[in-house]
């Protein structure tokens, strides 16, 4: 008895609808998997030989041959890297929400560092209340406004210092830091922190500086996470060790504070009484010394850094420098000091601090994590994927950038076709502290600081090289970390350019 036709069509049409289901199926899988292009690795170690000491560079050479996202094998780590402006403001902006999760270093975890964090916990209930505090009360201009004379008297201080030595050899990089140190210090505690005749603050510039160090030295545990027990480079016991010293220098003013019975105005309030005040169910001491243990890692070397790059520009452009003097001369005259109120009037030592920012900021932004899957530019990027932002290579980009390797601050001057970029991770060409919702609070504190201190130093005096070194023989190479630190610290030597009473 043969099969009924009606049964043979079934068939055939069960067949084809098969066939056609695991066309769709594997085209789906396909576009699932479909992961930005990316350059071949070893078995094992993936791309990491290919990061070199430079990783900044190595990963713009790389994006130069497979386009401005591309995925690289770091060890069992999928990792996937944005080197253009526009590929930046897909991560940051159009899926801010899924890939502003955080890739914590090991070593960061440290006396489970990463549970209190602002910079490196997710965005978590917690994590939203910590930004809420440093965006509404630490960092909001009526709070900075209030603590305008703790910086004044602290900047003051550097220079007088500078001109007691006057003639003497000025060390850039060492004066602005502990400059930068007492700024904070004075913020969060209401004194100066750093005294260069105190064994105790020396040991805290040291703490800073060795933590920053481990931040970005390569972790063996980070790439294979199943060494995390071994910590065969000893990262994780060496950053515990410095962890516990800063917590233990900001548990001193936290149980000083807690034990006096003074109560000061709003307006008089530093940065630790309004912690303190903070304090809740969820947000207990431990949180407020780690934000407090933040602060001084993330304000103090990279803002000195940039001021230390900034001066070395100017030093460098003789021409440049004459042009902010003449600003400076003009704005606020030789008979007093820069106060804050008069940064506004400062147009080119503003364009300054921008192209400080671009060519010399960055260079990797901290790691994001995408905490789902999403799509960008027509490829996959799977849940879990760390997410790096190359921000030294967008600021060298030569569609954005005109001669993207030279000192320019016209190019941000009005009447410029730059002139409207800015730094407050709206323009996704200048992002020196990030954009969306992982944006960097202290913006607003950092500015202010690069600005008054790089503008009392220009304003106060002039500088040279010593030893009759030549602009040309300048060493301006550099040193890859968290921010780009100049390789050799600039040494200048001071000619006061004001009347002698205003020092």
């Given at each position: 008895m043969g099969i009924p036709l009606f049964s043979w069509y079934s068939v055939l049409l069960t067949a084809v609808s098969l066939v056609f289901f695991l066309f769709v199926w594997r085209r789906g899988s396909k576009k699932r998997l479909a992961l930005p292009p990316g350059p071949p690795g070893w078995p094992i170690v993936g791309n990491l030989f290919q990061l070199g000491k430079r990783p900044h560079e190595s990963l713009y050479a790389l994006s130069l041959k497979y386009g401005p996202l591309m995925t690289l094998r770091l060890g069992m780590k999928t990792t996937v890297v944005a080197t253009s402006p526009a590929m930046a403001k897909e991560v940051l902006k159009t899926h801010d929400t899924i890939l502003a999760g955080r890739t914590v270093a090991v070593a960061v975890k440290s006396l489970s560092h990463d549970k209190s964090s602002l910079v490196f916990s997710d965005c978590t209930p917690y994590w939203r209340q910590l930004r809420r505090i440093s965006t509404v009360e630490l960092f909001s201009p009526k709070r900075l406004e209030a603590l305008q004379q703790n910086r004044r008297d602290q900047v003051f201080r550097t220079i007088r210092l500078i001109f007691e030595d006057r003639g003497k050899d000025v060390d850039i990089a060492h004066t602005v830091f502990c400059t930068i140190l007492n700024l904070l210090g004075t913020m969060i505690f209401s004194t100066s922190v750093f005294d260069p005749q105190n064994p105790a603050s020396v040991g805290l510039k040291d703490t800073i500086c060795e933590m920053m160090k481990i931040t970005t030295t390569p972790n063996l545990v980070d790439f294979f996470p199943f060494l995390r027990v071994l910590d065969p480079q000893g990262l994780s016991r060496d950053m515990?060790?410095?962890?516990?010293?800063?917590?233990?220098?900001?548990?001193?003013?936290?149980?000083?504070?807690?034990?006096?019975?003074?109560?000061?105005?709003?307006?008089?309030?530093?940065?630790?009484?309004?912690?303190?005040?903070?304090?809740?169910?969820?947000?207990?001491?431990?949180?407020?010394?780690?934000?407090?243990?933040?602060?001084?890692?993330?304000?103090?070397?990279?803002?000195?850094?940039?001021?230390?790059?900034?001066?070395?520009?100017?030093?460098?452009?003789?021409?440049?420098?004459?042009?902010?003097?003449?600003?400076?001369?003009?704005?606020?005259?030789?008979?007093?000091?820069?106060?804050?109120?008069?940064?506004?009037?400062?147009?080119?030592?503003?364009?300054?601090?921008?192209?400080?920012?671009?060519?010399?900021?960055?260079?990797?932004?901290?790691?994001?994590?995408?905490?789902?899957?999403?799509?960008?530019?027509?490829?996959?990027?799977?849940?879990?994927?760390?997410?790096?932002?190359?921000?030294?290579?967008?600021?060298?980009?030569?569609?954005?950038?005109?001669?993207?390797?030279?000192?320019?601050?016209?190019?941000?001057?009005?009447?410029?076709?730059?002139?409207?970029?800015?730094?407050?991770?709206?323009?996704?060409?200048?992002?020196?502290?990030?954009?969306?919702?992982?944006?960097?609070?202290?913006?607003?504190?950092?500015?202010?600081?690069?600005?008054?201190?790089?503008?009392?130093?220009?304003?106060?005096?002039?500088?040279?090289?010593?030893?009759?070194?030549?602009?040309?023989?300048?060493?301006?190479?550099?040193?890859?970390?968290?921010?780009?630190?100049?390789?050799?610290?600039?040494?200048?030597?001071?000619?006061?350019?004001?009347?002698?009473?205003?020092?």
């Open positions: 515990a060790r410095y962890f516990k010293e800063l917590y233990d220098f900001s548990d001193t003013f936290i149980r000083k504070r807690l034990s006096q019975s003074v109560q000061r105005n709003d307006s008089e309030k530093d940065f630790l009484d309004v912690l303190l005040d903070s304090t809740s169910e969820d947000f207990t001491l431990v949180g407020v010394r780690a934000l407090i243990a933040e602060m001084f890692i993330a304000g103090t070397e990279t803002t000195a850094s940039t001021i230390e790059w900034a001066m070395a520009e100017f030093i460098r452009n003789p021409d440049k420098l004459k042009r902010a003097h003449q600003e400076l001369d003009e704005v606020i005259g030789c008979n007093r000091k820069v106060e804050e109120s008069d940064l506004d009037r400062l147009p080119y030592l503003h364009a300054a601090v921008k192209e400080t920012f671009r060519l010399r900021t960055g260079p990797l932004m901290l790691p994001h994590k995408a905490t789902s899957s999403c799509e960008i530019g027509g490829f996959v990027i799977p849940k879990d994927t760390e997410i790096l932002v190359n921000v030294w290579a967008i600021g060298k980009d030569p569609s954005v950038w005109k001669n993207p390797w030279d000192f320019m601050p016209e190019r941000f001057l009005e009447g410029h076709e730059n002139s409207k970029i800015g730094y407050g991770g709206q323009n996704f060409e200048l992002l020196p502290f990030g954009s969306g919702r992982r944006i960097c609070p202290g913006l607003p504190l950092a500015s202010r600081m690069v600005h008054i201190v790089l503008a009392s130093l220009l304003h106060s005096f002039d500088w040279k090289l010593p030893d009759g070194m030549s602009c040309e023989q300048m060493d301006m190479s550099d040193e890859f970390g968290v921010s780009l630190k100049k390789a050799a610290d600039l040494k200048a030597i001071p000619t006061p350019r004001l009347p002698h009473h205003l020092y």
